[in-house]
């Protein structure tokens, strides 16, 4: 056997494989554009984001090839889009203004959404009342697989916190969509990714 030849390939088919992965992982930064089209991984659907005249109007579309075109959602300003490595979701931040930001997950067949800072919030008493400061920002970060995520909550507030709170947070989460979610770790200032 020729032991370099067969080491080439493997490394070269784990490194394919490697940005395979991180091609999923990575989220879509919307508006990009007139028109933006973001590919599932198993090539089956596709996430078209529109923002004509100059981004007056956002709309987030999605079509399959079974399933005719149909309306994900009208937005207000960014998002960010990506989906889950079995094309079975795809997460949305909604960066609806400067002082907040909200995080689900869709399901591209039913278009029913997970809120995961419900999810968040029914498993750690502090982030209830982060989410409630007077800036308060959810986003998922990456898909850590087909159905758990890397999810950030991080802000502050604008009048004093409640009492044992800090005025700045980031917390981080490792978010399972099954409804559970653990706490990874949390810092007393504002850190945004």
Not at 4 to 30: D, E, I, K, R, W
Not at 145 to 163: C, I, K, Q, R, S
């Amino acid at each position: 056997m020729n032991w370099p030849v067969l080491l080439v390939v493997f490394l070269t088919a784990c490194l394919g494989l490697a940005q395979t992965q991180s091609a999923y992982q990575q989220a879509v930064v919307l508006p990009n554009g007139p028109v933006t089209k973001i590919v599932s991984p198993n090539k089956n659907w596709t996430l078209v984001f529109e923002c004509p005249n100059n981004c007056e109007e956002r709309i987030l579309w999605i079509e399959g090839k079974q399933h005719a075109r149909r309306l994900v959602k009208k937005y207000e300003r960014s998002l960010d889009v990506a989906w889950a490595p079995d094309s079975g979701r795809f997460f949305v931040n909604d960066n609806f203004g400067s002082n907040g930001s909200e995080s689900s997950v869709i399901d591209p067949i039913t278009l029913k959404i997970t809120d995961l800072g419900a999810i968040v919030a029914g498993h750690d008493v502090q982030a209830k009342q982060f989410l409630r400061a007077g800036h308060s920002y959810i986003r998922a970060k990456r898909w850590l697989n087909a159905h758990a995520l890397t999810v950030v909550l991080f802000g502050h507030y604008d009048e004093a916190p409640p009492h044992g709170v800090p005025a700045g947070f980031t917390a981080e989460y490792r978010v399972d969509l099954n409804g559970s979610a653990e706490r990874v770790f949390l810092h007393s200032r504002e850190e945004p990714e």
